[in-house]
Structure formats: C-alpha cells, structure tokens
C-alpha cells in the first residue's frame, strides 16, 4: 500500500468535538512521531484538550477503543507500530489489531483514525512516523481523517429541515 494519492482533507467547525488518543508503547522513536503529529493535526484544528491514553502494546488497543466509544468520544485515534519479526507473533498481533478496531468502530458508530504502523522494518516505520527526514506523517492523518469523520457524521445526524 502506497501513501500515493491520499486525498487533502479540509475540516471546518470541530474545535467543541471531544478526541481521544489511544497509543501504544512498543518501538519509542517511532510512537514519539506518531503522537507528536497527532496533537499537531488536532491542535491544527482547534481541538486543544485531547484525552490522550498510552497503553502496552498495540494489541491493547481494541479495549480501550471500545470503552472509550461508550463514554462520549466523538472519534478517537488508534496509533501503533508493529514490527515484523521471525516468527508469526506479527500476523498475529496486526490482525487482532486491525480486526478488533475495526469491529469497535462498526459497531459503536464512533470513528477510529487508524494509525497503526504495519512494516517489515524498523526504518519503513520511521519513513512513515512524522519526524524530521519522514515521508509520510500518519498520526497527523489519522487524526484528520478520524475528526473529518465525525464531522460527517454530525452533520448526517441532524434533523432534516
Ligand atoms: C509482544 C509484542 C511484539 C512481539 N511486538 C509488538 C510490536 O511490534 N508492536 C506492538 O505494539 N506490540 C508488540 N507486542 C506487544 C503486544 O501488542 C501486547 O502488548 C502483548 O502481547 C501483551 O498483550
């Protein structure tokens, strides 16, 4: 999958919408890129107090998504980075990842930025984590394109006039 062709999304009025980061700990170069871009797209957008909550591992991420969407979230924003390895743990861990998230957003009808890195190296991470010398900046993309969500959102939700 390529960062090719990634829309340039313009989000209005969302400064009252409440966002929550949910990060992992594995891989701290990296996780520093992430997070750090994430607050910089949310504070782009006027949304200046963010919950932010670090968890293990990006397996972790899933539970606390779903108890988060139960208490008033508007979106929320999943950010992780999982590494292969030698051994199948990676299938493992991003399948559990991806599916679990996916499930909560679904279900809840609350939108997740996914943010969670998914490389075969350590450096393909950091080309992708939003520090100095990276090509791509996916904390700060998946806070737009969770917030750009629920915009849409709230606008389907309002009566019809
Ligand atoms: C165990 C594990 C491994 C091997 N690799 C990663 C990784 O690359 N990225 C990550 O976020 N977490 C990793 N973990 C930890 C799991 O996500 C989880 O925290 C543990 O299995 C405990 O539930």
Redesign the pocket.
């Known amino acids: 999958m390529s960062g090719k062709g990634a829309p340039e999304l313009t989000v209005k009025n969302c400064g009252d919408l409440r966002v929550a980061v949910i990060a992992?700990q594995?891989?701290v170069q990296v996780m520093d890129g992430l997070v750090d871009g994430a607050l910089r797209a949310l504070a782009e957008l006027g949304i200046d107090e963010p919950t932010v909550l670090r968890v293990?591992?990006?397996?972790?991420l899933p539970v606390v998504a779903k108890v988060l969407a139960g208490r008033g979230y508007d979106a929320i924003v999943a950010l992780?980075?999982?590494?292969r390895?030698g051994t199948p743990?990676?299938e493992y861990?991003s399948q559990g990842v991806t599916a679990g998230l996916t499930q909560v957003t679904v279900d809840t009808g609350v939108p997740i930025g996914f943010g969670v890195l998914t490389c075969d190296t350590e450096e393909q991470a950091l080309d992708r984590a939003g520090l100095p010398g990276s090509n791509e900046d996916k904390g700060h993309e998946a806070v737009t394109a969770a917030v750009a969500t629920a915009t849409i959102l709230r606008s389907v939700s309002e009566p019809w006039r």
């Open positions: 992992a594995w891989h293990p591992g990006s397996f972790e992780g980075v999982i590494i390895g743990h990676f861990v």
